[in-house]
């Protein structure tokens, strides 16, 4: 059987482009955390470098224009939010999910607002108004798409910005990103439906795809990212525990997989070690000394690779 294409120092084969403003520190974060570090002379440089044998060239755009870049082929690879990818309806392969925003690990969505004070309580209710709706918006085709579907009469102007402010004299609604509801709220505006829910994507040119060097060192990128993203939730814990007291620990520690147990020289107990969410070790630890176990170490984890 045939292995791989071959890629080399000689054989770098992808073009990469990554998100400028709300998303790019994260996204750096992430690609630092991943090893894949990304390499500019400032923080303003739109050109950058990632010191790896599958990487070509690197750019850092604007995720506005990402999807297009890439469906054009200007760019093997992308990341973006499928916000991005819905408004400019372009033909792009999604090669996975990334789960993080600007702020948090949470998706954000595409949200429907209106006066605080409005009788307008669901998008139902904008069906058959006498005037078409004023709607202000950094995604317009989207909305036209989703208004039209609900049977919904809309003038849709694109918004440069502040769009929460433009409720009631210039607009009757906004369709604005959210990630908590929060700053809508502050403004005075209650959203009565969401749009889209948009959580960050992996996106490559179809042609690209298709090629099978491109491809194999595509998925070897996404096996980087997913695993890095995969272990900032997940801890490993190792611990030590006499023979009489291991199933009451094993009762108590929950694992990804099935925990790794070793009999300790001596026949003094057992060592164990698994990996847990890292949203339960305060109240695991204590909970396995309660049961008997001692040395107890939580590791910090790179990545996990299934």
């Known amino acids: 059987m045939e292995g791989p294409p071959p890629v080399g120092h000689n054989g770098a084969v992808l073009t990469i482009v990554l998100p400028k403003g709300s998303l790019e520190a994260a996204t750096l974060a992430l690609f630092a955390d ?10 303003v440089d739109y050109r950058a470098s990632i010191d790896d044998p599958r990487v070509l060239e690197v750019r850092i755009l604007r995720p506005q224009e990402i999807p297009v870049y890439v469906a054009e082929g200007r760019f093997d690879l992308g990341i973006t939010g499928r916000d991005w990818i819905e408004e400019r309806g372009v033909e792009v392969e999604s090669l996975g999910e990334l789960a993080y925003s600007k702020a948090t690990s949470n998706p954000i969505r595409v949200v429907l607002a209106v006066a605080g004070d409005s009788p307008f309580n669901t998008i139902e209710d904008l069906v058959g108004l006498p005037e078409p709706l004023r709607v202000s918006t950094e995604y317009p085709e989207l909305t036209r798409r989703a208004l039209a579907a609900k049977g919904i009469s809309a ?142 170490l939580e590791l910090a984890l790179a990545k996990i690779v299934h």
Do not use: W
């Not at 991943?34 to 923080?43: C, G, I, N, P």
């Open 34 to 43: 991943a090893d894949l570090t990304v390499k500019r002379s400032s923080d």
């Open 155 to 296: 003038e849709v102007s694109l918004s440069y910005g502040a769009t929460e402010a433009k409720v009631p004299d210039i607009a009757d609604c906004v369709v604005e990103i959210t990630e908590t509801g929060r700053a809508l709220r502050a403004a005075g505006l209650k959203i009565i439906h969401t749009l889209l829910v948009s959580r960050t994507e992996v996106i490559a040119n179809p042609a690209a795809a298709a090629d099978p060097a491109k491809r194999h060192a595509m998925g070897q990128l996404m096996t980087l990212l997913e695993g890095t993203m995969e272990a900032r939730e997940k801890v490993l814990v190792k611990l030590n525990v006499p023979s009489e007291q291991l199933d009451a620990v094993l009762a108590v520690l929950p694992s990804l997989r099935s925990p790794t147990i070793s009999e300790l020289s001596g026949g003094a107990g057992f060592a164990v070690e698994t990996v847990v969410a890292k949203a339960v070790i305060n109240t695991l630890i204590p909970n396995l000394k309660d049961q008997g176990a001692t040395d107890i």
